[in-house]
């Protein structure tokens, strides 16, 4: 007879118990890999198709995975210590204008999202935020499209110092062509926000100038 209070029978139940748990776990991980994959990937479309204006022809994956192969081309350059991930619009009527993943450190961790500019690098065409994790209700705000569509066709002073080539909060000159409104109550992450986009424009000018002023048609 099996005594059930041996540190035998106790150690044995508990290794069996183990694998048949780690083993479900394990299961469930990998039967689900392929969908969180699938998921991050038309995520990650998604956003890439709003970045650029496009107009998917329906909501499904197959639709925004086909109007991003039909009208941007994706390419990554190393300049400056880093790899750039890059994104060219190849059709009309804004063939030329390009994007860059930029990244910054916001008021909680890092703010990511893509920037397109056009080809003479004068005007922003739009932006998009990729990952942040503000504060939800603040911070959190700059993923609200009435804050990302204020930078919709925004002047890049270049004649200004790097910090304020795009202002987001106060400024002298409260309607320059350079400036958006500050998210209200949120002030650290627009500063943070308006500080990484004046750094990361700086460096991708460099890289422009050096590698891809010459590339577009």
């Known amino acids: 007879m099996i005594n059930k209070s041996s540190a035998v029978y106790v150690l044995s139940f508990m290794i069996l118990l183990c694998l048949v748990f ?32 496009l107009k998917p022809a329906g909501n499904s994956a197959q639709a925004f995975r086909r109007v991003l192969e039909e009208n941007v081309t994706a390419f990554s350059d190393t300049f400056g210590g880093r790899t750039w991930e890059l994104y060219r619009r190849t059709t009309q009527p804004d063939s030329g204008v ?8 916001g008021f909680w961790d890092v703010i990511k999202g893509i920037l397109i500019v056009t ?10 935020i990729l990952k942040q994790t503000e504060t939800p209700g603040l911070g959190a705000r700059i993923g609200e499209e009435w804050f990302k569509k204020q930078f919709r066709g925004l002047h890049i002073a270049w004649d200004a110092p790097v910090g304020a080539r795009v202002i987001i909060g106060p400024s002298a000159i409260p309607n320059a062509a350079n400036r958006v409104d500050a998210i209200t109550g ?19 000018r460099e890289l422009y100038k050096a590698r891809l002023s010459g590339s577009h048609s």
């Open 119 to 128: 080809p003479d690098l004068s005007r922003i065409v739009n932006i998009e």
């Open 98 to 105: 390009i994007g860059f993943v930029f990244s910054g450190i």
């Open 186 to 204: 949120a002030t650290q992450t627009s500063i943070a926000v308006m500080k990484s986009l004046n750094e990361e424009l700086e460096r991708f």
């Open 22 to 53: 780690g083993t479900g776990i394990a299961v469930v991980h990998y039967s689900m890999v392929g969908l969180m994959e699938r998921n991050e990937r038309l995520l990650q479309d998604k956003r890439l198709v709003r970045a650029f204006l």
